[in-house]
């Protein structure tokens, strides 16, 4: 009998990892099994926050965020990812989850992003677009 596992693989990034950002071109841009998919946006509502980077928090829920979607086929950028993102399973920090991003296209995929829990010291991103913000 074969069982037939689902492994997510889209990421969707949402701050300094977006093409154009500062971390992109280190952990991301040209690296071998990393794909740029397109823009897209989170299906649920999310707060975000930003102190010289963003912090996306499940409360209080407020804007959708904008962000972009990569197809991530190597083991070793996912732990390139974890370890910049401080990503421990601690109860405060970043963990990585996996939430439903619709694209441009209006296609819904389910993609790993990085959500902070705790309470950082940041200023609100009103409208959830880090590129946006003023200053951006």
Known sequence: MHRLTFVVRHFFFYGT??????NHAVFLDGRPGVIHVGGGLTVERFSMLAAGF???LREPARDRIRGDVFLIRSAR???ALDALEGHT??????RREIVPVRMDQ???IP???YIHYGSPLAE?????????RPGG
Do not use: K
Request: aromatic letters at 12%; a positive charge.
């Open 17 to 22: 990892l977006r093409p154009g950002q500062r």
């Open 54 to 56: 963003p912090y996306v």
């Open 77 to 79: 950028a996912v732990r």
């Open 89 to 94: 399973g601690r109860a405060e920090g970043y």
């Open 106 to 108: 209006r296609v819904q």
């Open 111 to 113: 993609c790993w992003t």
């Open 124 to 132: 609100p991103v009103p409208g959830g677009d880090w590129l946006s």
